[in-house]
């Protein structure tokens, strides 16, 4: 569904993304990413450290049968960068400098700020 979006130039909203530096096409996306959890620091990696992780670092068994455990986006999450889209396209939403740049739900962000 995503690439038929994508050529007609419709934005899309990807949940559970795990190709953090791999941004979509269309400036308009809004994703938010899967996470990581350490089982043994008992607490989620930072985003720089998913990023460090390469490509498809969801699908690597290595840390996915070691000692991280991947986060899914909750329902919460995938209906507030839901609505943000609705409100994106129905032109209320209010966004920074930084919602631009990022394109990363902005809800998400705020609750995973830490994570930066």
Known sequence: IYWVASVF?????ITDWYHLYKTSYCPQD???PQLAWSRSEKKLKSLEWIFAQGDGWGHQ????EGDIEIVKNSPEEITEVVLEMDQRLNGTWIETEEDIELRIGADFLRRYQHLL
Request: proline letters at 8%; glycine letters at 0%.
């Open 9 to 13: 130039d419709k934005p899309t909203v």
């Open 30 to 32: 809004l994703y938010i």
């Open 61 to 64: 068994r290595s840390l996915i």
